[in-house]
Each structure stands twice: as structure tokens, then as C-alpha cells.
T-cell receptor, first 112, second 115 residues
């Protein structure tokens, strides 16, 4: 099946730092999504992107849909302790196809 | 509002044993999914059901069967468990009505260990 390469695999940062992560695919997706998984929970949708080049914000989170449709980026500004968790990108091949392909995840740890 | 409920939350099996993971959603969603999560592998789709009465294979269906019992419930069965099926299993649902495309609602997960 398709693979989404997500990097970095893990990040160790201090509170207040900005965070950047990205996701690349070998094929085109028409929708890119970013999910966050808190420890012991299921993933929750953070941001959805539906158009190439789209830049969308949700509070301190900003995500972009790459112009080639093969990549996406997530930035978190001024990190806080509750940002800890695993961040997954996900791609959807075409509108109406509810099967998502997930990336391998980026584990974010905040050092006190 | 319960959302997506999975049972059991933890299970230990011996190789060759069978078991069923149960999932129910109370959001009147059309589509339901079973994913497995393994370290370094992300979430991989096992089976999904686009609507009541239909099921389709995902990326890693071997060793599993599913039943969409009604619109609310979607169960995952391991007929003869193997150590390679040790994983965390997530059930999810989505409205699939075209308005919130891509948004899946996940349960809390079921951690399965096969010895």
C-alpha cells in the first residue's frame, strides 16, 4: 500500500519552542489531515486541508497543503506541556473515499 | 456523549486462541473502520465498512474477519491469534456524508498481547 513518510520520528524540545514536522508521499493526495494522539487515547483531528497550497491555522497550529499535493507541513508555535503526544499526518486519495493512509507519526516530548 | 466505544481495553491471548473486539458508535455514522497501531508503523487499516451491510479489506486484512452487525456496531475477530497480531487496535467511525470528509472519530483503543 501507499506509504507516508513523516519526519522527524521524534522531537525533544523545551516549553516555548516552535515545532515543525512534515509528511511526504510518493503519490498525490487530494486531502491532507493532521491528527494528534494523547497518551492512552485515540487520535483526534487537528486540521484538515482540501486544496493544494492551502494554509490553515487552528490556534497555535498551522498546516500547509504542499503545492505538489505530495506533501504537507505542520507547525506548532510556542509549545506548551499539553502539546505532548504523537502527531500523525494522513492523506485521502480522492473526495468521498473515506479510507485514509496514515504516516508513521512524530512523537513530541517537552523537556521541563 | 460516548462517541466510539471499544471493548475490551486489554486482552492477553495464547497463540491459536480466538477472540472478538467489539466496537459501537452512537453518532449515527455511516462508515466504520478497524486500524492497528504498531511502533514505527503508524496506523494501518485492517478492514472498513462504508455502510451497513458492506465490508472491505484494508491494507493488512490477513488473519482477521469483521462483521458490521448494524449501523452502530462493527466487530473484529481473530480466529487463530498469532504473536504478530500483538498490537493496539483502534475502531473509528466517520459520517462519510461528504461534508466532513477525512474526519475520523476514534475509540480509546484495545491493547492485545498474543503470547
Amino acid at each position: 500500500g501507499q506509504q507516508l513518510n513523516q519526519s522527524p520520528q521524534s522531537m525533544f524540545i523545551q516549553e516555548g519552542e516552535d515545532v515543525s514536522m512534515n509528511c511526504t508521499s510518493s503519490s498525490i493526495f487530494n486531502t491532507w489531515l493532521w491528527y494528534k494522539q494523547d497518551p492512552g487515547e485515540g487520535p483526534v483531528l487537528l486540521i484538515a486541508l482540501y486544496k493544494a497550497g492551502e494554509l490553515t491555522s487552528n490556534g497555535r497550529l498551522t498546516a500547509q497543503f504542499g503545492i505538489t499535493r505530495k506533501d504537507s507541513f505542520l507547525n506548532i508555535s510556542a509549545s506548551i506541556p499539553s502539546d505532548v503526544g504523537i502527531y500523525f499526518c494522513a492523506g485521502q486519495e480522492y473526495f468521498g473515499n473515506e479510507k485514509l493512509t496514515f504516516g508513521t507519526g512524530t512523537r513530541l516530548t517537552i523537556i521541563p | 456523549n460516548a462517541g466510539v466505544t471499544q471493548t475490551p481495553k486489554f486482552q492477553v491471548l495464547k497463540t491459536g486462541q480466538s477472540m472478538t473486539l467489539q466496537c459501537a458508535q452512537d453518532m449515527n455514522h455511516n462508515s466504520m473502520y478497524w486500524y492497528r497501531q504498531d511502533p514505527g508503523m503508524g496506523l494501518r487499516l485492517i478492514y472498513y465498512s462504508a455502510s451497513e451491510g458492506t465490508t472491505d479489506k484494508g491494507e493488512v486484512p490477513n488473519g482477521y474477519n469483521v462483521s458490521r452487525l448494524n449501523k452502530r456496531e462493527f466487530s473484529l475477530r481473530l480466529e487463530s491469534a498469532a504473536p504478530s497480531q500483538t498490537s493496539v487496535y483502534f475502531c473509528a467511525s466517520s459520517s462519510a456524508d461528504g461534508r466532513n470528509t477525512g474526519e475520523l472519530f476514534f475509540g480509546e483503543g484495545s491493547r492485545l498481547t498474543v503470547l
